[in-house]
């Protein structure tokens, strides 16, 4: 577990434009941080909401041994969180795989991609029923293709 004065220099660490993008998971919940206000040796003062909540400009006083870890709610290259620490990044960003390019999957893994697709889509069309989809699953599932028999 990291201590008071190893989160305190981690916040420090991290630029003032990201830390609203930062969620603090803590033992008991999570709070969506909008500042840091101060860093107090036993506890930190921050502007924030509870996450999953819209009541934004609350004030937080959190005790640093409540803080399980923290994360960056964004997209954010490997060289940036590198350079908050004044480093290199051990690897470079990787691009996304396209998907042409994805290794291919056993025929079994292929149907059932096939099937859980389809039934999702026709679950969101409301085009077919339950007992349609529940269908496609279970023949994806044994091999036998995904079409259903009309039941």
Not at 15 to 18: D, E, L
Not at 95 to 99: S, T, V
């Given at each position: 577990?990291?201590?008071?004065?190893e989160w305190s220099q981690l916040f420090r660490q991290v630029?003032?434009?990201?830390h609203a993008s930062m969620n603090l998971v803590l033992k008991n919940g999570e709070i969506s941080?909008?500042?840091f206000i101060?860093?107090?040796p036993d506890f930190i003062v921050l502007r924030g909401r509870v996450a999953g909540t819209t009541d934004e400009g609350r004030c937080f006083f959190v005790p640093y041994d409540q803080i399980v870890y923290a994360r960056i709610e964004r997209m954010i290259k490997a060289a940036v969180v590198a350079g908050?620490?004044?480093s290199e990044p051990m690897y470079k960003d990787v691009?996304?795989?396209?998907?042409a390019e994805t290794p291919a999957l056993g025929q079994a893994a292929r149907d059932e991609a096939a099937?859980?697709?389809a039934a999702a889509a026709a679950a969101e069309s409301g085009?077919?029923?339950?007992?349609n989809i529940l269908e496609m699953i279970r023949n994806a599932k044994l091999g036998g293709g995904n079409k259903p028999t009309g039941k």
């Open positions: 577990m990291m201590t008071r004065d630029p003032q434009g990201y941080v909008e500042q101060l860093f107090e908050f620490f004044g691009p996304a795989i396209p998907e099937a859980s697709s085009s077919v029923g339950k007992n």
